[in-house]
């Protein structure tokens, strides 16, 4: 989980100037100056540091209530089908979301994020159920619609459930 939490706080995320950023420059760290209202790239745990200083918000970047109402939906409606593409980016954009409302904790905004936590629990355990489904048939499926996290997860499946599928069909000598 590490090396996933890295990459996401890795990820380029656009924000928008909400005062003057001046530039900054650090070995292998070029963050160009920018004027109010203007908005730039930047990965995503500089834009944490911007945004502590009063400096940016994010632009984009989280999970719309409506994604999370759709795609919780759709997850739901078709709990053992084949698995339906996510929203673009939905785990990194997860991660956002999750971190921004635990930045702007209040009592509004934790029911909020209770709401989406558990959404997101009820997606995350459904698509588990459609992955180990995938995973445990005999042939490999290249499904296009999973994430690559759900990729990685699928391979890894996939190849354990096949070990010990061979060693249980050597103990009947096939």
Do not use: C
Not at 52 to 81: C, K, N
Not at 123 to 142: F, H, P, Q, T
Request: proline share 5%; charged share 30%.
């Amino acid at each position: 989980m590490e090396a996933l939490y890295f990459e996401f706080e890795n990820m380029p995320v656009r924000i928008v100037a909400t005062r003057k950023i001046p530039e900054i420059k650090t070995p292998g760290l070029d963050v160009k100056e920018a004027d109010e209202g203007m908005e730039l790239t930047v990965n995503l745990w500089v834009a944490w540091e911007l945004i502590e200083a009063g400096l940016a918000r994010l632009s984009d970047g989280g999970v719309s209530d409506g994604e999370w109402t759709q795609t919780h939906y759709r997850e739901r409606i078709q709990p053992l089908g084949q698995p339906t593409p996510l929203p673009e980016d939905f785990y990194s954009r997860a991660y956002v979301t999750f971190r921004q409302a635990e930045k702007s904790a209040g009592d509004e905004t934790s029911q909020a994020s209770g709401r989406m936590k558990g959404r997101y629990r009820d997606i995350v355990e459904s698509r588990i159920a459609k992955i180990m489904r995938l995973a445990s048939a005999e042939a490999k499926s290249n499904f296009k619609g999973l994430q690559p996290e759900e990729t990685a997860l699928y391979d890894e499946l996939h190849k354990v459930i096949e070990r010990w599928r061979n060693e249980m069909r050597e103990l009947s000598g096939d």
